[in-house]
């Protein structure tokens, strides 16, 4: 084997998962096809579940004093939702694609992980023990596992013949990075014709002035994706939604994104797993791509250093599928209700402009606002795992605990599972799986609890956790 892992696409999920493998001690190659990685910002929100996942690898901090990341207020389909204090801990922050890459990419090379540019994938095959991939340059390699992190337009999938169901574009909007001068607009506008606006922060450009994310739709604004974004036609839709109180300085860059909702019927395919956009595309509303492929690859690093290590139990790979696949169809289908709701079009169907006006209503109830903000941030995922009958915290993602010297997220930081054990009860239990699990003992003000090195909690409560040992964590050594 030249590698344990190979991962096809050095975006945001492949550096995410790039850094998991690392510390899980398996080698990996980072493959793109790209000469140099894109300047281009692209997505400029991140979650809640993320940025928890990147404090739980100790990552968080250094990424935030990268630059000016302000906590920004979530919204669905345009409707604000506000910050509720306590809710998470971590809000979303206004992070673009771009520095998290460059972050991420610094990071890998730090540790002596740098990705194979110019590397375009042209074939892959696979047996019982691994898989070889052919590149464009006439490069093979041969890998134990093959991770798909190579966007919307995937070539491992289409290799793969996978089934990818599910809606195709049936209108475009605009979206541009820019520099606007003029009034600071609402994150979004609607004129009663029907032309609407979206707008959010990028952080600054190099000479420190503010960037912003701008969308623009309504009737006459759904072009072939190949015609090119003007900046005439910028200056129209600006005009249009908010005469002349906004105006542009300078675009950036643009392009039309289209509605397509797609997602590939398994995640899975032998020794081949995908991931991010290569596994579930749709409008990006919320950073929703970003985020959900980055919590793709969380979910799937330790898995695959469990394997590669040859602890993992039997099936344990299978779960990837098992609790991602529907985490992205929820995605999808939050996004669909979006689309219609925010009416890209500019129909002003009364039938949609009605439900848009009892949604906004119901959505400043207390318990809706919390729904909404839990959907929105990651947070309302539960993976269907064994327990979660039981008690209400098995599936969901672990409380940052204060534990006396340390917070768990700190304790998450080596990539192994935590046995929270506050009366030291199971300290002969856990004993044999002392080289995958971190037993933590008084001093934990809690109740006892099992949590996998993806901070997803597995057990909990006061009976015997060896049967949730064997099952996560494979036979003791």
């Keep these: 084997m030249d590698t344990d892992v190979l991962i096809v696409g050095a975006g945001p999920t492949g550096m995410m998962l790039a850094n998991e493998l690392l510390i899980a001690g398996v080698s990996t190659v980072l493959a793109d096809k790209l000469a140099q990685r894109s300047d281009l910002s692209r997505a400029g929100g991140v979650q809640s579940r993320t940025l928890e996942a990147l404090d739980q690898r100790g990552l968080l901090e250094p990424l935030l004093a990268t630059g000016e990341h302000p906590v920004i207020t979530g919204h669905f389909a345009g409707i604000p939702l506000p910050i509720q204090a306590n809710r998470h801990r971590l809000p979303w922050r206004s992070v673009p694609q771009v520095v998290i890459e460059g972050f991420f990419e610094k990071h890998l090379a730090e540790h002596g992980l740098h990705a194979r540019r110019d590397h375009e994938l042209v074939g892959l095959a696979q047996d019982d023990n691994g898989v070889t991939a052919t590149f ?47 009034d600071a607009p609402a994150s979004h506008t609607w004129n009663e014709d029907g032309h609407w606006a979206a707008v959010f922060p990028l952080g600054t450009d190099p000479q420190g002035r503010p960037l912003r994310r701008l969308v623009l739709g309504g009737p006459g604004r759904s072009l072939p994706r190949e015609i090119p974004v003007t900046e005439d036609e910028i200056r129209h839709g600006l005009s249009t939604v908010f005469g002349t109180r906004v105006h542009l300085l300078e675009l950036r860059y643009a392009s039309r994104i289209t509605n397509a909702s797609r997602q590939v019927e398994q995640y899975r395919h032998g020794r081949v797993f995908l991931a991010g956009d290569a596994a579930h595309v749709h409008l990006p509303l919320g950073g929703q791509g970003m985020n959900t492929g980055m919590q793709d690859a969380f979910n799937l690093g330790w898995k695959l250093g469990a394997a590669v290590h040859g602890w993992a139990p039997e099936n344990l790979l299978d779960t990837y599928h098992a609790e991602r696949h529907p985490v992205g169809a929820a995605v999808l289908r939050n996004v669909r209700a979006q689309s219609l709701l925010m009416d890209w079009a500019g129909t ?51 409380p940052d605990l204060d534990l006396g010297p340390s917070r768990l997220h700190e304790l998450l930081r080596s990539g192994h599972c935590i046995l929270l054990d506050p009366a030291d009860t199971f300290a002969g239990v856990a004993g044999p799986w002392s080289d995958r699990v971190d037993r933590v003992g008084q001093g934990a003000r809690t109740e006892p609890m099992l949590i996998r090195p993806d901070g997803y909690v597995c057990w909990a409560g006061a009976a015997d956790p060896e049967p949730a040992l064997n099952r996560w964590f494979g036979e003791p050594r």
Excluded: C, K, W
């Design 136 to 182: 464009a340059n006439g490069a093979t390699l041969r890998a134990r596992y093959l991770v798909a992190t190579d966007g919307a337009h995937s070539t491992v999938r289409s290799l793969l013949r996978a089934g990818f169901p599910g809606q195709p574009g049936t209108v475009t909007i605009a979206a541009a990075d820019v520099r606007l001068g003029g």
């Design 348 to 398: 002003r169907d009364p039938e949609v402009l009605a439900a848009r006006e009892i949604f906004t209503d119901m959505a400043q109830l207390p318990d809706a606002q919390r729904h909404l903000a839990d959907l929105m941030s990651g947070m309302a995922f539960r993976y269907p795992l064994h327990g979660t009958e039981t008690h209400p915290l098995v599936g969901r993602p672990a």
